[in-house]
């Protein structure tokens, strides 16, 4: 079955960088978008970054100077490069697969993975 893993959070202080990665498993991802999500407590999770499958990157306007994503399609992996970063920053972060055409809109995602926590002090 399709499992996405998220991997490489967890504490920085401000001004740091972490680069998170996410292994996708169990199906053919080339022809997807994919994308990282993140959410503060007690709010809705929101679209950081996403990269379709021709390879074009789409980003939040709060990160786009300070955060990269790529995608390795031989290794069926999403990155995501984090510098510069700033308590606003900390929540917790989900990578998601799916035939996205709004790419920072949740419900368009098919797959999720169970999300990696980032903590920027």
């Known amino acids: 079955h399709v499992q996405l893993v998220e991997s490489g959070g967890g504490s920085v202080l401000a001004g740091g960088s972490l680069t998170l990665s996410c292994a996708a498993s169990g199906g053919t991802f080339r022809s997807y978008s994919m994308a990282w999500f993140r959410q503060f407590p007690g709010q809705e999770r929101e679209g950081v970054a996403a990269?379709?499958?021709?390879?074009?990157?789409y980003y939040k306007d709060s990160v786009k100077d300070r955060f990269t994503v790529w995608r390795d399609s031989a290794k069926n992996t999403l990155y995501l490069q984090m510098s510069s970063l700033e308590p606003e920053d900390t929540g917790m972060y989900y990578c998601?697969?799916?035939?996205?055409?709004?790419?920072?809109?949740?419900?368009?995602?098919?797959?999720w993975g169970q999300g990696t926590q980032v903590t920027v002090s």
């Open positions: 998601a697969a799916g035939a996205a055409e709004w790419w920072s809109r949740e419900s368009e995602y098919k797959y």
């Open positions: 990269i379709d499958a021709d390879g074009r990157s």
